[in-house]
């Protein structure tokens, strides 16, 4: 199958830094990218859409200026978390879909960042 | 609203059968995922249904009964690396992802 690559896979700062987070697709294009965001024994929480060469669509109730995406190319999205709190540490997720938005194509997960926030 | 039905937890012996079962209330429907998740890792594709019926894979099958907003995942043969959580995820109208909080899945020998 497809694969998608994240990374860090873990990080750990300060209060108040900020922490980019990378998610490529190493052998195919993804118009579409996913960012998630999951606590403990709990589900994955879409966070944002990310769409290449547009700005995100966010999920209600996800700040815009602290969770910072960028889609550049067809196989880069990255997420910052800006000024980031020990609210912030959770476990996060990018996925991509082959094919346009709208496919019902199979999402290929990265392998997750945990981020603990001291 | 948007709502998944997954039992929490089951546990099972090695070597048997087991069948996690999933109901669904979505606003449109563009089929049905289930996804695996190991402790500390992301999800990884199992299967995919949008028509009704049953799907065979291997040791795992899903089946769907989109009339009854229901779908089953069965896992056969058992392994102790079966042990994950199993994530039931339809897709809505808009083609987004419901996601549960999954099933998680204790394997014995």
């Known amino acids: 199958g497809a694969v998608v690559s994240q990374h860090p896979s873990w990080v750990i700062c300060k209060s108040g830094t900020s922490v980019k987070i990378e998610c490529r697709s190493l052998?195919?294009?993804?118009?579409?990218m996913f960012w998630y965001r999951q606590f403990p024994k709990q589900s994955l929480m879409l966070m944002a859409t990310?769409?290449?060469?547009?700005?995100?669509?966010?999920e209600q109730g996800v700040e815009k200026d602290k969770f910072l995406i960028n889609h550049a190319s067809l196989t880069l999205s990255t997420l910052t978390v800006t000024s980031a709190h020990p609210e912030d540490s959770s476990f996060y997720i990018c996925?991509?879909?082959?094919?346009?938005?709208?496919?019902?194509?199979?999402?290929?997960f990265g392998e997750g960042s945990r981020l603990t926030v001291l | 609203g948007q709502n998944i039905d997954q039992p929490t937890e089951m546990t099972a012996t090695e070597g048997a059968i087991v069948q996690i079962n999933c109901t669904y209330q979505?606003?449109?429907?563009?089929?049905l995922f289930w996804y695996q998740q190991h402790a500390g890792e992301a999800p990884t594709f199992l299967s995919y249904?949008?028509l009704d019926g049953l799907e065979e894979k291997g040791r795992f099958s899903s089946f769907l009964s989109r009339s009854k907003g229901y779908s089953y995942l069965l896992l056969k043969e058992l392994q102790m690396k079966d042990s994950a959580s199993y994530l039931c995820?339809?897709?809505?109208?808009?083609?987004?992802?419901?996601w549960g909080a999954g099933t998680k899945l204790i394997i014995k020998p």
């Open positions: 979505t606003s449109g429907f563009n089929g």
């Open positions: 249904n949008v």
């Open positions: 995820a339809p897709m809505d109208s808009n083609y987004q992802l419901i």
């Open positions: 052998d195919f294009q993804a118009t579409t």
């Open positions: 990310s769409n290449e060469g547009s700005k995100a669509t966010y």
């Open positions: 996925s991509a879909r082959i094919g346009t938005s709208g496919d019902t194509g199979e999402l290929f």
